[in-house]
């Protein structure tokens, strides 16, 4: 089955930097869609950015400019650097993924996800 298992969270000082990695198993896509999303305490899950099999990415504006995403399909792993960290960027940190025939399939932030990860906490305090 799919599985997609998060790591790099952790606490750190405003200002600095963390990498975030969601390797992936189970599966054999043609293309797909992958994102990661946030969630901090009594909040609403937020999209934070998307990229596709052919590389096409959207982030949210609260990141723009700080995060950046990279795949590496060959080892089914996700990256999510995050550089400038804020207390606002404090959430469990979740990837997900969908199969599509093609990359253009992919709706961005606004796509629906077929499996997720357990999550991985960052801290940024302040």
């Known amino acids: 089955q799919v599985q997609l298992v998060e790591s790099g969270g952790g606490s750190v000082q405003a200002g600095a930097s963390l990498r975030l990695s969601c390797v992936g198993s189970?599966?054999?896509?043609?293309?797909?869609?992958m994102a990661w999303f946030r969630q901090a305490p009594g909040k609403e899950r937020e999209a934070v950015v998307s990229?596709?099999?052919?590389?096409?990415?959207s982030y949210a504006a609260s990141v723009k400019g700080r995060f950046t995403v990279s795949q590496d399909s060959a080892k089914k792993t996700l990256y999510l650097q995050i550089n400038s960290s804020k207390p606002e960027d404090t959430a469990t940190y979740y990837c997900?993924?969908?199969?599509?025939?093609?990359?253009?399939?992919?709706?961005?932030?606004?796509?629906?996800?077929?499996?997720w990860g357990q999550g991985t906490q960052v801290t940024v305090s302040s």
């Open positions: 990229i596709d099999s052919d590389g096409k990415t």
């Open positions: 997900a993924i969908k199969a599509v025939p093609a990359a253009k399939y992919c709706r961005g932030l606004n796509g629906d996800f077929e499996h």
């Open positions: 189970g599966y054999t896509y043609i293309a797909h869609c």
